[in-house]
């Protein structure tokens, strides 16, 4: 059943598709394109992955049911030509084990169900003041603090868009705003292990914050469960659908992964889109004059320069795609800022218009693993437009900003800014 020994389908070093290198990670797309023009399936001998490349191919495997994120509920390691689990990061595992985003049928038409029940768009729309609050509170304290410095500069990532994002995480959860910092630790340490690579010591660094992240929600639990107040654990621990619940570790790895999916997508969305903004002015304008509403902006700002650029899927029935039959076992790759960059779909796709406001882009996923937080996502992005366009209407670039030397999640290491003239 192992899939057979392929051959690369181009030279992937000549097109510069290279996902460690400095030069592929600053600029990503014009690489797409040219896979893009070689073939809609391209097998990547390095990984061992069949990379899909257009959107409408994307689309459909998105939906596929011969597809699954996991392989494990039905077959054995052996039989897919794997190595055996590797026993040795078992917390890292025990965070993972109940994850929306890797489980398949039936496992996880049961726990999005229960999961929904409780983080409904109603819900989450109610959340508005709140967040709003939050945001205006955090942009303030960082534009007061770069006044207070001769350079009047300021990062909208460290000093706006992470603390934002993790307070609104601990509102959610019911949480101290001053465990927020752990958090986020634990975030960009867990995160690593979605790299195609991932040195021995980010290992090292998922496996304790994992166990860390899973001690403080299980304490986070039993409390909620003794005392229940108005947050998420809270009504996850009570959540019920014909007498089925969550379990304690079914709510474990369901609130780390809406602190590892949803804060750094959101995070990372803010900074590349403001980056985006601010390097085409005439954009910014149009957000700043109400031509564009923020809620329209946020779709561009997803599809332009996503933060998730590939989403692995195995193969779990013969199934042809892109018109290359798959058999049981293969690997295929979505190039999710291929996808989203795709001309036959979007057209004037390199160009970045706010106002396009297409939400059938790819970056919330699609079929059955669509993105359940979403909503919160959309709302959390489209809140801190509009108080950067009231707050900080003359905002600039202080200097060129650099991506974070990772390929899967695509964010920047900071976005120093100052308010510009009048």
Known sequence: M????????????????EPASAAFIADPYPVFGALREHGRILYYPPRGVHLLTRFDDV?????SRALGREFRHRFSAEEFGQPAPDDSWPSWRESERWSLLNLEPPDHTRLRRLVSAVFTAKSVAALRPAIELISRRTLVAAIDAAADRTTGEFDLIADYAQPYSVAVICALLGVPVEDG????????AIVKMYELRTAVEQQVAAERAAGEFVDYVRELIAARRLHRQDDLISELTAVADQGDRLTDDEIVSTVIVLLNAGHEATVNTIGNGMRALLTHPEQWQRIITGDVDPGTAVEEMIRWDGP???????????VELAGRQLRVGDRIGMLFGSANRDPARFPGADEFDIGRGDTTHIGFGGGMHFCIGA????????????????LAPQLKLAQQPSYQPFFVIRGLTGLLVRMGPE
Do not use: K, N
């Open 2 to 17: 192992t899939a057979a020994p392929r051959v690369a389908d181009i030279d992937f070093g000549a097109v510069g598709f």
């Open 59 to 63: 689309h459909r495997a998105l939906r």
């Open 181 to 188: 910092p752990r958090l986020l630790d634990w975030s960009h």
């Open 308 to 318: 998730l650029q590939m989403f692995e899927r195995w193969v779990l029935a013969d």
């Open 375 to 390: 909503p919160l996502a959309r709302l959390e992005i489209a809140v801190s437009l509009a108080q950067l366009r009231e």
